[in-house]
């Protein structure tokens, strides 16, 4: 086995039926709020990021609507660890819905917390070198995010460093050589479907997203263990109008995934 954990906190659009009758109280109908919920996570980054040689894979029960497993505990805000909208401000819940301090717990308790504690116990128990946090994110920035409007990269990989994944204002998560090594293998794994997407860049290194807080906080003290986050434009492999992956896509860069994976193993210090 490979000694890396693979962490896709967004990749479900699950959310449970007390919370969905809630949300269905907008109005919307049960199968376009679902369309929506999926879409607006990270869909099939499971699939993406399915890595079967690799030691440990997590992969998130429900939506991050439901709670965002990367977001600090007590983060809040419109983009925090509850959210009331997606990332267009639309509403999830009826005018004048109020959150209470104890849903928001239980959410917690239920679904972050056991996420968080099982990062711990593996990231604690020496068997894990390197850790890859997987993500999609739309062609273009949405109104909630560092990017309205602009178009993306192909892929961008996170190491808190600069474009060349050098520090920039703190500690990165991985030497600077290991990173431009991920992007560069990515670039030549992908070479294909990156020509046929039409994309104005290939993957790119801390643009638009430089990383998280799951990858903030395990690849520092006391878990010290080095990692990366790798966001996938969905454009690579998925129609957004009609919600269906692009054929052979997401194979293709699944097996992408695992070859660098093989690749930072190999070149772990």
Same mark, same amino acid.
């Given at each position: ?32 709020? $679902?369309? @929506?919920? &999926?879409?607006? *996570?990270?869909?099939? %980054?499971?699939?993406?990021?399915? /890595? ?74 020496? $068997?894990? @070198?390197? &850790?890859?946090? *997987?993500?999609?994110? %739309?062609?273009?920035?949405?109104? /909630? ?81 080095? *990692? ?42």
């Amino acid at each position: 086995m490979l000694p890396l954990l693979v962490s896709t906190p967004h990749c479900s659009g699950q959310v449970p039926y007390w919370l969905m009758a809630r949300m269905l109280q907008t109005g919307e109908s049960e199968a376009g709020l $679902r369309r @929506r919920l &999926f879409k607006e *996570g990270d869909p099939f %980054t499971d699939v993406l990021f399915n /890595i079967p040689d690799v030691d440990t894979t997590l992969n998130a029960p429900v939506s991050r609507f439901v709670a965002d497993l990367n977001r600090e505990r007590t983060e809040g805000g419109e983009n925090g660890v509850i959210k009331m909208t997606d990332f267009d401000r639309r509403p999830f819940y009826p005018t004048g819905y109020a959150l209470s301090q104890q849903e928001r717990e239980m959410r917690l308790a239920l679904y972050y917390d056991p996420y968080h504690a099982t990062l711990d116990r593996t990231l604690r128990s020496g $068997r894990i @070198r390197f &850790f890859i946090d *997987g993500h999609s994110m %739309t062609a273009h920035g949405p109104l /909630i995010g560092p990017d309205q409007g602009r178009p993306r990269p192909a892929l961008c990989i996170g190491n808190f460093g600069d474009t060349e994944g050098d520090p920039a204002s703190g500690p990165v998560s991985c030497a600077p050589p290991l990173a431009r090594g991920i992007r560069d293998k990515l670039a030549q794994l992908l070479k294909g479907p990156l020509a046929e997407c039409g994309l104005p860049e290939g993957p790119v290194l801390n643009h638009p997203f430089d990383g998280g807080h799951i990858l903030r906080r395990y690849s520092l003290a006391p878990y010290s263990v080095p *990692g990366v986050m790798i966001e996938v434009n969905r454009a690579l492999y998925f129609d957004e109008e009609t919600q269906s992956p692009i054929p052979g896509r997401m194979e293709a860069i699944s097996k992408a995934m695992a070859k660098v994976a093989a690749w930072i193993t190999e070149n772990l210090p």
